[in-house]
């Protein structure tokens, strides 16, 4: 499947996010005024600890969540709470969650095809959809590997078998944008890095602008153009892969990474002390 990049400018940030700030109604803030553009076609990864924002920032992409302050920006659409902009937005940027969010009494078949509903009014969706769809849907699931578990029910599929499902859903959609929330989360981890591995290779193939959040460092460093840290609700890092280093993961995950021990200092101690003594207390501190 190739996508349609007429009407897109390769060129243009895919995302922007001017100062964007969510605070949740019961007060909590879920994201702190963060400043960020994402390159078209770039694989973006969002690292950081639970609780630190990271699926704040991705629903408030396509509007789940509603940012409080501030402005999303999307290539060919512009602010994407313009009036009209969301539904336009939304059906360029699907979505893969980490539960999957199948219908498991659907068979794979089925649940792929439930992307295409963005493409039809209410009323048509309740027909059987065009074979148009249908063959895009059995495309989609050839490419993620399960065409043969296509009339399938989709709850007798394995969990690495079920995200990719997900997957075939999401691609169906023929985005231009893919927003995953912990995509592997839920898997072991050979299984994790081949279905992180097959988002990274359609996104590729296809031109799509990959925003996905992730725990495990070390995927990140593999797939990721960008890695873009969270800690408490803040960005404190963005740039390469290749610039992480224990600083960086100190600065991210804060407490969850053992910080260097330095001795207690005893409680005399004054400045001219400290200067006087200095190479013996690095020495200590060693
Ligand atoms: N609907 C909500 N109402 C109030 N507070 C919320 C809501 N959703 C998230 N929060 C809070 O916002 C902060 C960021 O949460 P978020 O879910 O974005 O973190 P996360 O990085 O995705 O964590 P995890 O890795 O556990 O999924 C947390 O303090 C969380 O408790
Ligand atoms: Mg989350």
């Not at 873009?228 to 960005?235: F, L, Q, T």
Request: proline share 5%.
């Amino acid at each position: 499947m190739s996508m349609d990049t007429s009407a897109f400018d390769a060129t243009a940030h895919a995302l922007s996010l001017r100062d964007v700030e969510v605070v949740y109604p019961d007060g909590t803030v879920g994201l702190r005024p963060a400043r960020l553009s994402l390159a078209s076609g770039s694989f973006v990864v969002l690292l950081g600890p639970s609780g630190a924002g990271k699926s704040t920032l991705l629903r408030s992409l396509n509007g789940l969540v509603q940012a409080t302050a501030g402005r999303i920006e999307a290539a060919g659409i512009g602010d994407i709470h313009a009036r009209g902009a969301l539904r336009r937005h939304r059906q360029r940027c699907a979505m893969v969650f980490q539960q999957h969010q199948l219908i498991g009494r659907l068979t794979t078949l089925q649940n792929v095809l439930t992307g295409r509903l963005s493409y039809h009014s209410t009323l048509r969706s309740l027909w059987p959809l065009p074979l148009a769809d249908k063959r895009l849907a059995l495309d989609c699931l050839d490419r993620v590997g399960l065409i043969d578990c296509a009339l399938k029910r989709v709850d007798e599929l394995s969990g690495g078998q079920q995200q990719r499902v997900g997957i075939a859903r999401a691609i169906v959609q023929q985005p231009r944008i893919l927003l995953a929330d912990e995509p592997v989360a839920s898997l072991d981890p050979a299984t994790s890095m081949r279905v992180l591995g097959l988002i990274h290779s359609i996104c590729k193939a296809d031109g799509i602008t990959a925003v996905v959040s992730l725990h495990q460092v070390d995927l990140a460093r593999r797939f990721a153009d960008r890695v873009v840290g969270i800690g408490g609700g803040s960005v404190v890092f963005d740039g390469p892969p290749g610039l992480i280093d224990e600083s960086v993961l100190a600065a991210i995950y804060g407490a969850g990474v053992p910080a260097p021990r330095v001795p207690a200092l005893p409680a005399w101690l004054d400045m001219e002390s400290v200067q006087r003594h200095r190479g013996a207390l690095l020495e200590a501190a060693r």
